[in-house]
């Protein structure tokens, strides 16, 4: 709710150079229990001038729920509309944009240039995380709490989002002074008032995780950054964990620019894990594009080999295919039902006509 009363505060300020901008506010579909709390008090914050409920079929609870929290406001439902030729779940659609977000290229300012190299063979950006001019404040989570000493595996090989803090306010417990993060002090300090009141936060609220050494913000204390004072500016993809040298190795389309103005302005950046689908396409780029340049290879050589030529290749084929395998990271190749539990199995049921209940 915050991240959405923020958004529409930078509408309101986008009013007074573009007056008459329009604005549709594209709600989350989940209306029942909470998200319709949810839903009722965006209403009654934003005083939207139309209301539309794509449904014609109810809950009527819920239509009900939103005219009680228009007052004045109109409220219209729409049938909604389904397509039969839907040949790609949200699922795939969010792949699909997040491969295109990785395969921009930042060099292009004024139009949209996409490289087609897979990210594995992309060098990545090397990050400093530990000791003096590190380059990221710390990691926080959203939603599940990794203890510690599971960061490393919780933040290896996903995808992060890179928040720009523009002011120490963003953080809920952080004053002018930088915490203690070399004594464990486990008192609870009283919540500054952005969280809960009956809310307490742990000391210190940034931690070092055991071994790797990463800027931990205390999982106990389940906090979240404020939008007023911090800013995304893009996402990134954890490639690797130098933990000898302390350095996060992340691959982004990110302007170098961006990441060079924050630092010139002396603000501090915090990576930000949450619930993004696992990249299991970055993985796997590199093998798919071989297999696709081996096909073409293959196709060509049929054209002007013979058959001879031809099994040899295919034979050639056989043994790429096992060697691209090697030193892929978070890829394993299973065979068959290998890997799967006995549930993911073709379930055969057997009848036993013969039997009757006679015995005969």
Not at 60 to 85: C, G, H, I, R
Request: charged fraction near 20%.
């Amino acid at each position: 709710m915050a991240c959405a009363i923020d958004l529409f505060a930078h509408y309101r300020n986008l009013l007074s150079t573009t007056p008459n901008c329009p604005l549709v506010i594209n709600t989350s579909g989940w209306v029942l229990g909470t998200g319709l709390e949810l839903l009722t008090d965006l209403i009654a914050k934003i005083h939207p001038t139309d209301i539309i409920y794509m449904s014609q079929e109810g809950p009527w609870d819920v239509v009900k729920s939103l005219k009680e929290a228009a007052k004045s406001t109109p409220v219209y439902t729409l049938p909604s509309q389904t397509s039969e030729y839907t040949t790609r779940t949200a699922a795939h659609l969010r792949t699909m944009q997040t491969m295109s977000y990785f395969h921009l290229d930042p060099k292009s300012k004024d139009n949209l240039v996409w490289n087609d190299t897979p990210l594995t063979a992309i060098p990545p950006w090397e990050i400093k995380y530990s000791g003096e001019s590190a380059g990221i404040l710390g990691i926080i989570c959203y939603g599940e709490q990794p203890p510690a000493d599971l960061l490393f595996d919780s933040i290896n090989g996903s995808l992060v989002a890179v928040v720009v803090i523009d002011d120490m306010a963003a953080i809920p417990g952080w004053n002018s002074d930088e915490p203690d993060t070399m004594h464990d002090n486990s008192d609870p300090i009283p919540s500054p008032g952005v969280q809960n009141d009956t809310q307490t936060l742990q000391n210190p609220l940034l931690i070092r995780t055991p071994i790797s050494d990463l800027p931990y913000f205390n999982p106990f204390n389940s906090i979240s950054l404020l939008p007023q004072h911090s800013h995304c500016v893009g996402m990134a993809l954890v490639r690797g964990i130098d933990i000898p040298r302390r350095r996060l190795q992340v691959l982004t389309p990110i302007s170098p620019g961006i990441i060079e103005e924050a630092s010139e302005q002396g603000k501090n950046i915090v990576l930000v894990s949450g619930k993004f689908d696992t990249p299991g396409w970055a993985y796997t780029e590199d093998m798919v594009k071989t297999s696709v340049l081996e096909k073409e290879g293959k196709k060509q050589g049929d054209e002007e080999g013979s058959d001879e030529e031809m099994d040899g290749d295919e034979n050639v084929t056989e043994v790429g295919k096992e060697h691209s395998f090697t030193n892929v990271p978070w890829v394993e190749r299973l065979e068959g039902s290998q890997g799967r539990g006995v549930g993911a199995r073709v379930w055969r049921v057997r009848r036993d006509l013969g039997k009757s209940d006679s015995g005969d």
